[in-house]
């Protein structure tokens, strides 16, 4: 059984920053992306970045130049930097893994049960 657990979420100043963690377990053959969404009270979940297995990225405009993803691949690890965070980053952020847990299977989605960020002002 696969999963996704992430950490390092809190409340943070208007400015400061934090790093997201976000660990694959379980049967784990391959992984193609993975991603942090984020999702604010009253909105929908939205794509934060994206990396995918051949270390491309891709960020929401928002974050541009603020926000890092990166990963440990030997330890199926995403992370995201996010610096010179501001009030409107506030949201429960999710990671999201598209894996497959057998050599010839279908790659599925899994997402993480989500961390709480709060920059406040």
């Known amino acids: 059984q696969v999963q996704l657990v992430e950490s390092g979420g809190g409340l943070v100043q208007a400015g400061g920053s934090l790093r997201l963690s976000c660990a694959a377990s379980?049967?784990?053959?391959?992984?193609?992306?993975m991603s942090w969404y984020r999702q604010a009270p009253g909105k929908q979940r939205v794509m934060v970045a994206t990396v995918t297995s051949g270390d491309t990225t891709n960020y929401a405009d928002s974050v541009k130049g603020r926000f890092t993803i990166s990963t440990n691949n030997a330890k199926n690890t995403v992370y995201l930097q996010m610096n010179g965070l501001k009030p409107e980053d506030t949201a429960v952020y999710y990671c999201?893994?598209?894996?497959?847990?057998?050599?010839?299977?279908?790659?599925?989605?899994?997402w993480g049960q989500g961390t709480q960020v709060t920059v406040s002002s």
């Open positions: 379980g049967n784990i053959r391959s992984i193609s992306v």
């Open positions: 999201y893994a598209v894996l497959r847990t057998t050599n010839w299977g279908q790659f599925q989605a899994y």
